[in-house]
């Protein structure tokens, strides 16, 4: 059993082959947290660990005892204001004013398998025995609100989700200010916190910094999960390294504003919590209500970053994404906005077209310009209609001219946004978040749509529906370019505009559900001006996701790699570009821009007429590349070798689930002259089988490569004199080990 329940239901133990999560019925009937971690014996009785000495300048709660306080016990959803001083995962302003709640384990529930979230995305389960789920009801008696914690236990993985539903059961109103979907608190502080932060064109690099007494927080206000910090953080031991060691993982899936922080308070206590952003939140939770929160994945690995990078990479593959395109090969895609923009017509189209489908790309995809009075960034947004002078035909004319090359169709949209010059703006101007009387902010000459209006979406949806009808589509790429400011509904009463952030992306939710169950066989990509919302959220509807504007190959080994601490290589789209590169203006060859690229889902955004002969047989020796080893690198073990950000060198492999086939990208950054010579240790394979290189049939034994190493070296180590290929910077090659 994988939830064991003891002591006449006060101590539950959640437990698989990898972990175990001990909770326990403090005295008060509050949930206590005991242990999360690595997997331990079970028992009858764990009392032994609720730590609950006298200190001074305390205060408790049993009066003239002195043997119960909340400020220092570990507890699993804990309330502000009665013994506790910490930040709360709930506060309930109720109409006396009092924010004072005492919430009691009132029942559970044990199930088997894992059930939706209403209007938010999840894991989720194929079959009831992968997992066990339990749901503690909790209850507060004075103002009659039940607050569910639902916890989902897989069996094959060492993680659990977490969520939290609330519902409203008395006849007040009650403004839900804080709903945390996580609470932990921890034993100690002895660690380091990982946060994946940055900015456009530089998204989800890692950040370390040890814990110290007070709050440590990442967040996001933007209406989106943003460029700048991701809905994720992990706390490893000071000695975890990407290969061994102790590490904790929390993913929120959601993608719009979010709150991840580690409270160290003055007794080395971590509490971990992890939610909606209580900044500029408050849920009015009316009789009979019931709010649900989204959910958090927790991962515990004693293998280190990798093993927790692991974890998350498989279960958000298998049991996150979903739909005909989570488990088929991805095509290998061309784009042409960075070769023509909006300057085009359908024969110039066309023409790009020809010589993808001769190089062997097999989905050609239209970007930004096809719709409207769209020639430029001012006008056109949300008037999703063909622009009959550029296609004459339409989309549907111009899709099947496309198929006729033997190549699938992509479109691109952004539906969430609508330019001032435009149909659907005269029309609607009320449609637009803004507050009344206020002037209103624009981000590239665009505002967002109230998507927190059914009739916004309604409308939206069947305008984009349409085209998708009529046209023979086969990709999507849904865009977002701009965060949201003013938060104001124009539909929503006063006590009410603390809900328009969340309200909003239950509305792109809800779109994207209708849109995805509409069309299973269009495979759908989203990007927000590239990694802007960039989250598991995302995830549960379109299973993969432009990575990051930059395209720069250098730059992008810093952006894979932190992408690849939680998000699988199926998520990331990676496309060799052209150069000069649009973003760093770097010149890099076409085979590492190639060699980086093919570490995700691989593409490209230029014009392949352009490129020399040389180069087009590059790109047909990568095609040909990507096409043999995709389902490798879809669903392969991905390892992080060496760090971009540590050093003047990359490196990451993948290993085959069967083990047989090894795909390493090892990446210089700038050469060097007379260096030491170079090993990579390898991971993950098998230590007794035999692998042979597929360049130049050398054999190994895993064990040699893995504790001897793969021997690197180029003719930097040294000079070059007897016409040996020179190294150069930004070099890179990839190798191919099989098994015999």
């Not at 329940?5 to 133990?13: A, D, E």
């Not at 008696?141 to 914690?149: A, F, G, K, M």
């Not at 990407?242 to 206590?269: C, P, R």
Request: net charge negative; aromatic share 12%; proline share 3%.
């Amino acid at each position: 059993m994988p939830i064991n329940v003891h002591q006449n239901g006060t101590l539950f133990h959640l437990t698989n082959q990898k972990i175990s999560y001990l909770i326990q019925v403090l005295s008060d009937g509050s949930l206590g947290n005991l242990y999360f971690g690595k997997k331990v014996t079970d028992r009858e009785d764990f009392q032994h660990l609720i730590e609950n000495e006298y200190r001074p300048n305390t205060s408790y709660v049993n009066k003239g005892e002195v043997d119960f306080s909340r400020e220092h016990l570990r507890q699993e959803y804990p309330v502000y204001g009665t013994t506790d001083y910490r930040h709360p995962a709930l506060s309930v302003l109720q109409e006396n004013g009092s924010r004072i709640t005492s919430l009691k384990l009132a029942d559970y529930r044990i199930y088997p398998g894992k059930q939706s979230l209403d209007g938010l995305p999840a894991t989720y389960t194929e079959v009831a025995e992968e997992a066990t789920t339990i749901e503690f009801i909790l209850w507060d008696d004075l103002i009659q609100l039940e607050v569910v914690l639902s916890y989902t236990l897989f069996e094959e993985a060492a993680a659990v989700s977490r969520s939290v539903r609330v519902k409203n059961k008395s006849t007040q109103k009650l403004h839900l200010e804080q709903v945390m979907s996580l609470c932990l608190d921890l034993s100690d502080c002895e660690y380091e916190m990982l946060q994946l932060s940055g900015a456009w064109g530089r998204e989800r690099f890692p950040e370390f910094r040890k814990l110290v007494s007070g709050i440590q927080s990442v967040e996001s206000a933007r209406g989106a999960s943003s460029h700048y910090q991701n809905p994720f953080l992990a706390l490893k031991r000071l000695d975890c390294t990407e290969q061994a060691g102790e590490v904790l993982g929390f993913s929120l899936v959601y993608s719009g504003n979010f709150l991840a922080q580690v409270e160290v308070d003055t007794y080395d206590v971590s509490r971990v919590t992890m939610g909606i952003n209580p900044f500029q939140f408050d849920w009015l939770l009316t009789a009979g209500e019931t709010f649900q929160a989204p959910e958090v994945v927790m991962v515990y690995s004693d293998a280190g970053l990798n093993g927790m990078s692991q974890t998350y990479h498989k279960l958000y593959r298998e049991r996150l994404a979903r739909g005909e395109w989570r488990d088929k090969e991805r095509p290998v895609l061309i784009n042409n906005w960075e070769a023509t923009g909006m300057d085009f017509t359908e024969d110039k189209l066309l023409a790009f077209a020809k010589t993808a489908a001769e190089d062997g790309v097999e989905l050609f995809v239209l970007d930004d310009g096809w719709f409207g009075g769209r020639r430029h960034e001012r006008a056109g947004l949300g008037d999703w209609v063909a622009n009959l002078e550029l296609l004459p035909n339409g989309i549907t004319g111009l899709a099947k001219k496309i198929n006729e090359l033997g190549l699938m169709f992509g479109l691109w949209f952004e539906p969430e946004m609508v330019n001032e010059d435009s149909e659907l703006f005269r029309k609607h101007p009320e449609w637009i978040i803004r507050v009344p009387d206020r002037s209103v902010s624009h981000g590239r000459h665009q505002y967002v749509l109230d998507f927190g209006r059914p009739e916004v979406v309604d409308f939206i949806y069947q305008m984009v529906a349409k085209i998708l009808r009529e046209a023979e589509i086969h990709y999507v790429k849904w865009d977002m370019n701009r965060c949201i400011t003013e938060p104001y509904s124009a539909t929503l009463p006063a006590e009410r505009q603390g809900e328009v952030f969340h309200r909003y992306m239950l509305g792109v939710y809800d779109i994207y559900e209708r849109l995805t169950s509409e069309f299973p066989q269009i495979l759908f990509e989203f990007c927000a001006s590239g990694g802007g919302r960039f989250d598991p959220g995302m995830l549960y509807y379109s299973p993969q996701g432009w990575t990051s504007d930059d395209t720069d190959a250098v730059e992008r080994m810093k952006i894979q790699y932190g992408t690849s601490m939680v998000y699988p290589l199926s998520s990331m789209g990676a496309h060799v570009s052209a150069v000069p590169n649009e973003q760093t203006f770097r010149e890099v060859s076409i085979e590492t821009r190639g060699n980086v690229a093919l570490f995700g889902s691989f593409g490209y955004e230029l014009d392949l007429n352009k490129l020399s002969k040389e180069e087009r047989t590059s790109v047909r020796e990568q095609i040909a590349f990507a096409k043999e080893y995709r389902r490798v690198i879809q669903e392969g073990t991905f390892y992080r070798l060496l760090s971009p950000f540590e050093g003047n060198y990359c490196a990451w492999m993948i290993v085959s689930r069967d083990k047989e086939t090894v795909i390493i990208g090892y990446y210089k950054i700038l050469n060097e002259v007379n260096a030491p010579f170079k090993r990579l240790y390898l991971k993950g394979l098998e230590a007794e089988k035999v692998y042979q290189r597929v360049d130049n049939e050398q054999l190994y034994y895993g064990d040699e490569l893995m504790n001897i190493g793969l021997v690197t070296s180029d003719t930097s180590c040294g000079q070059v004199i007897d016409g040996r290929a020179t190294s150069y910077d930004f070099d890179s090659r990839i190798i191919v080990l099989k098994g015999k």
